[in-house]
Structure formats: structure tokens, C-alpha cells
Nanobody, 118 residues
């Protein structure tokens, strides 16, 4: 069983920055594609970014140029660096771990709230 614990959320003004972290335990971290997703009130959960163990990344068009995803395989940690934040980035951000081969092995953290407001 994989446990994912997010941190780093909070209240930030438009144009500000935040860095989210997600620590994984209970697994071989290198066997998972790690990702960030978000869900705003009244909306479905949406893709934000993913990163493979080889650090190949994929980002949603809405965050390209503003967000960056990275991982530290030695620390079982994935990060989401968020810059130039907008009010529409307000959401609960969830960390995800998806096994590269065994698709049922897909895990979620409990989320961390990011609020962008003046």
C-alpha cells in the first residue's frame, strides 16, 4: 500500500508563488509515475502535471510556463512549483502515484488546499 502526504498549500495573492510537496511511502518510488491533479469547487478533478522516474514531464496547457514538476527519487518526493498564480488556480491539489506497469496500483493523497486571492 502506498501512502502519499501532500504539504505546502495555503493562501497566496495573485501573482505569488507556492511550492507543493508530496512524500510517498510504502513503495518503490521509481516504479511510479507521479502526478498532481486539482479540483475546484463544483468541478471535476483535472490533470495538472506528471513526471516519470526519468524526469520526463507533462503539464496541462493551463499551467505551462507557470508551474514546474520535479521529483527527488532519493527522498521519495515529488514537487510542484507554482508561479504567477491566478485566482483560477484555487483548488485542492492532489498527489497521485500511478504504477508504470500495473494499472490498478494507482494511489491518491488527501490533498492540500491552495487559495489564490487578494
Amino acid at each position: 500500500q502506498v501512502q502519499l502526504v501532500e504539504s505546502g498549500g495555503g493562501l497566496v495573492k495573485p501573482g505569488g508563488s507556492l511550492r507543493l510537496s508530496c512524500v510517498a511511502s510504502g513503495t518503490n518510488f521509481n516504479q511510479y509515475v507521479m502526478g498532481w491533479y486539482r479540483q475546484s469547487p463544483g468541478k471535476q478533478r483535472e490533470f495538472v502535471a506528471t513526471i516519470t522516474s526519468a524526469s520526463r514531464t507533462n503539464l496541462a496547457d493551463s499551467v505551462k510556463g507557470r508551474f514546474a514538476i520535479s521529483r527527488d527519487n532519493s527522498q521519495n518526493t515529488v514537487y510542484l512549483e507554482m508561479n504567477s498564480l491566478k485566482p483560477e488556480d484555487t483548488a485542492v491539489y492532489y498527489c497521485n502515484a500511478a504504477h508504470v506497469v500495473f494499472s490498478p496500483a494507482n494511489y491518491w493523497g488527501k490533498g492540500t488546499l491552495v487559495t489564490v486571492s487578494s
